[in-house]
């Protein structure tokens, strides 16, 4: 049943209360409209901004389509012929490049025609495309003359659809409702992503307020929906907005402090050329408050539900008693969750991470580069953040659990 007229107020917004643990104590209903109206207030101003950095669609630059004029079609790959086209490992300017056989490919197209093409030794190291393969193939057939092809990709639709939904079931039937709206979350989470900050930031519109208004209203849905309407979600939202909020201050410093352009790559330079008017700096600034965000969300929440499990198990406890108790799990949460940052970057720069070592250049020097030191201080930024929201979502949470009982529980 319910136990506080904070969801009640709330129910509105959320109807799924249900999920709510461990008990939020007696009803308070003074603090649980005050917070509603807190609560209410910080959405309205999220959605105000979001709607007046709302870019419009012709501010939206739109890059020419390399593949314009051209069809890409899908394909099975019906023969493969290796044979040695001279490659010797080294290319102009004495770039290394890879050395290997060639391999000419037949494969039989959609529209039932054969498509015919070449890999160099790059596509093909290891026997990349096999017999039997599903590939696709670009096709590009100029006025009055016969068409030519060339290797596009794999086709990897349903490898991707099928992980997705084992991950999708996995989660519904182990989180149960909690898990449907874990991944309704998601769904937002990506909308609000794609359709506006994402849009936004092309159009030039200033970087951190994009990102902050946006992480505002992400935080604002995932919590609630994934956690339930309750005081405590309440005490992990302040605990996120707060990191939010601090993480988008450092960045935009630290942007700038640190000389970072945000273009270290070829896709940086593409990019601008591109949208030639968007601050990459400003991105930069940016994408430091999102990457944080997962992170950050399973920090607050954590700590705000140590503080309501602490308050059930020993209801006489001070505040100062519940602080301490709680922030001794939050020690160890920013040890595994610091870990978590610093993993996450060298997975996903691993071959980055590997030429340099191949290279043996010296790891100050490559830090400081433009490319890796964007990341570098991407993730230590966030890891400050995320280490400065533990005794901040701790102290709120403390303050606004169920209050102390004089006397212990009668059992």
């Not at 950095?53 to 593949?67: C, E, I």
């Not at 290997?100 to 025609?113: I, N």
């Not at 960045?251 to 896709?267: Q, V, Y």
């Not at 490559?366 to 005794?391: F, S, Y």
Request: with cysteine; aromatic share 6%; hydrophobic share 50%.
């Amino acid at each position: 049943m319910f136990r506080d007229l904070f969801v009640t107020c709330h129910a509105g917004i959320v109807t799924h209360s249900h999920v709510i643990e461990p008990p939020e104590g007696p009803p308070r209903p003074r603090l649980a409209w005050g917070l509603a109206v807190v609560v209410a207030l910080v959405g309205a101003i999220a959605l105000a901004a979001v709607a007046m950095l709302w870019p419009d669609r012709s501010d939206v630059p739109q890059g020419a389509d390399p593949y314009g004029g051209v069809r890409i079609l899908d394909a099975t790959v019906s023969d493969v012929t290796a044979f040695d086209c001279g490659s010797t490992g080294m290319g102009p300017d004495n770039i290394p490049m890879v050395e290997g056989d060639c391999a000419h490919v037949q494969a039989r197209t959609e529209d039932g025609t054969t498509a015919e093409f070449t890999l160099d030794p790059t596509r093909y190291v290891g026997e990349a495309v096999q017999v039997d393969d599903r590939i696709r193939v670009i096709e590009i057939q100029p006025e009055d003359q016969e068409a030519t092809y060339e290797f596009y990709d794999h086709q990897r639709g349903p490898q991707l659809a099928i992980l997705a939904v084992v991950f999708a079931l996995l989660v519904a039937l182990i989180g149960r409702w909690r898990g449907l709206f874990a991944l309704l979350g998601i769904g937002i989470t990506l909308l609000v992503l794609l359709r506006f900050v994402l849009p936004a930031l092309l159009a030039d519109q200033p970087p951190i307020a994009v990102a902050v208004a946006g992480s505002t209203v992400i935080m604002l849905a995932v919590l609630y929906l994934a956690h339930g309407v309750s005081i405590r979600t309440t005490a992990a939202l302040f605990g996120t907005l707060f990191g939010i909020a601090f993480t988008a201050f450092v960045g935009a410093a630290t942007t700038d402090w640190a000389h970072l352009t945000g273009i270290g790559s070829e896709d940086d330079h593409l990019l601008l050329a591109t949208a030639p008017q968007m601050s990459l700096a400003g991105v930069v600034a940016a994408s430091m408050v999102i990457a944080g965000l997962g992170v950050l969300n399973d920090v607050t929440v954590t700590q705000a539900s140590a503080v309501w499990e602490m308050r059930g198990l020993k209801p006489t406890a001070g505040r100062g008693e519940l602080f301490g108790s709680a922030m001794r799990i939050g020690r160890d949460h920013i040890a595994s969750s610091v870990y978590t940052l610093v993993f996450a970057y060298a997975g996903t720069a691993m071959t980055t991470l590997l030429l340099i070592s191949a290279y043996q250049r010296p790891l100050l020097e490559v830090a400081t580069t433009e490319q890796i030191a964007q990341e570098v201080v991407r993730t230590l930024v966030g890891a400050i953040g995320l280490v400065l929201a533990v005794p901040i979502t701790t102290a709120i949470a403390v303050w606004l659990a169920p209050p102390r009982t004089r006397t212990p529980a009668v059992t």
